[in-house]
């Protein structure tokens, strides 16, 4: 077990059992406090405060809110100390609206972080930045969808600094996959990487809450490979990882609902972490207030120890 998996392995076990610990001592430890090991809980909800406030007006590609966005997720990089993947962070594109036929100018953000031991073989974790907009006078805040997603893509990101992943990893904001998926699309379509290196793609949209405290990982179903990586995986109290709507199962289909899509399209894996769609989905009631923070911790949390598995067998 190399050092890196073995110092997570001891934060996830003083996390999720803590057996070894008098009872008073584990009820003073939030599950806040514990998560600061791994990343600042605190960081990840103000991240979400911000890019769901009504002064971004909903984030719609392209539109005042939209930029302001952009250049807070860049700001956000840069603040972690993670490289641009490009000359820039951003990736520029342009497309024409499905319906509208309007020319869109949007832009992904990416991020690198070297692989320790596999450089040249990339993990792209992606969350989009973008949201749906104003309509009829009302603010879209999108704050589950997906700022959330976005938001931990920099908790993930501050857990890199400790522990450096064996594969390189870029950490991509994509634009405009509320317009189609268009980022993601981009990106591929550009050749910014060969589709030999990538080696997976990690997915997070809508990560920010659940009633019933289930988050689902869409993937292991369709690419056998990755099965090992949630199996006899410790989650935290109270919480639960579930497979599935990958096609297989009767259920809702995701496998091209979000970013992982066009990863999918070209036979790269995909792992896509999401909750059941709540009755704010796409509704200008997905605010900030609405987001749960121990879930949500959890959820970052788990997402991480299942990267830490896949960096490890791929």
């Given at each position: 077990?190399n050092t890196?998996?073995l110092?997570?392995?001891f934060?996830?076990l ?6 070894e ?9 939030s ?6 090991q791994?990343f ?17 007006e909903?984030r719609?590609?392209g539109?005042k809110g939209?930029?302001i ?5 860049v ?5 972690l100390?993670?490289?641009p993947?490009?000359k820039?962070?951003?990736q520029?594109f342009?497309f ?5 036929k309007?020319?869109y100018?949007?832009?992904n953000v990416?991020?690198?972080i070297?692989g320790s031991e596999?450089p040249?073989?990339?993990i792209?974790?992606?969350?989009h930045y973008?949201h ?10 999108g704050?589950?969808?997906?700022a959330s ?14 522990n450096p992943p ?6 991509a904001?994509f634009?405009?996959?509320e317009?189609g ?12 990487l060969?589709?030999?290196q990538i080696v997976?793609n990690i997915?997070?949209d809508?990560?920010?809450?659940n009633?019933?405290?289930?988050l689902?990982v869409v993937g292991?179903n369709l690419?056998?490979q990755?099965?090992p990586?949630?199996?006899?995986l410790?989650?935290?109290?109270n919480?639960?990882?579930?497979t599935?709507?990958d096609g ?8 091209s609902?979000s970013?992982h899509g066009p990863f999918h ?5 995909f792992?896509y972490?999401?909750v ?7 509704k200008?009631t997905d ?24 960096d490890d067998?791929?």
């Amino acid at each position: 077990m190399n050092t890196k998996y073995l110092s997570l392995y001891f934060v996830l076990l003083l996390t999720f059992s803590c057996k070894e610990q008098p009872q008073e001592t584990i009820e003073k430890q939030s599950i806040a406090e514990i998560e600061t090991q791994l990343f600042d809980s605190d960081a990840l909800l103000e991240r979400v405060k911000f890019l769901s406030l009504d002064s971004l007006e909903g984030r719609k590609t392209g539109e005042k809110g939209g930029l302001i966005a952009r250049q807070y997720v860049v700001n956000q990089f840069e603040k972690l100390n993670i490289a641009p993947f490009l000359k820039s962070y951003e990736q520029p594109f342009t497309f024409e609206g499905r319906r509208d036929k309007k020319t869109y100018e949007g832009a992904n953000v990416l991020g690198l972080i070297k692989g320790s031991e596999k450089p040249n073989a990339y993990i792209v974790i992606s969350a989009h930045y973008d949201h749906v907009g104003v309509n009829k006078g009302e603010i879209y805040n999108g704050a589950d969808d997906d700022a959330s997603g976005t938001s931990a893509l920099f908790a993930i990101a501050e857990y890199f600094k400790n522990n450096p992943p064996k594969h390189s990893v870029i950490i991509a904001a994509f634009d405009a996959e509320e317009l189609g998926l268009q980022g993601a699309k981009f990106f591929l379509e550009a050749n910014t990487l060969s589709k030999g290196q990538i080696v997976l793609n990690i997915n997070l949209d809508m990560v920010g809450r659940n009633d019933n405290n289930e988050l689902y990982v869409v993937g292991t179903n369709l690419y056998k490979q990755l099965q090992p990586a949630i199996t006899d995986l410790e989650l935290p109290k109270n919480f639960k990882l579930l497979t599935g709507h990958d096609g297989l199962d009767g259920k809702q289909n995701w496998v091209s609902s979000s970013d992982h899509g066009p990863f999918h399209k070209q036979d790269i894996p995909f792992l896509y972490f999401g909750v059941e769609d709540h009755k704010d989905y796409h509704k200008p009631t997905d605010v900030f207030e609405k987001i749960q923070p121990e879930f949500y911790a959890k959820a970052v949390t788990t997402i991480i120890s299942v990267f830490e598995k896949v960096d490890d067998s791929l």
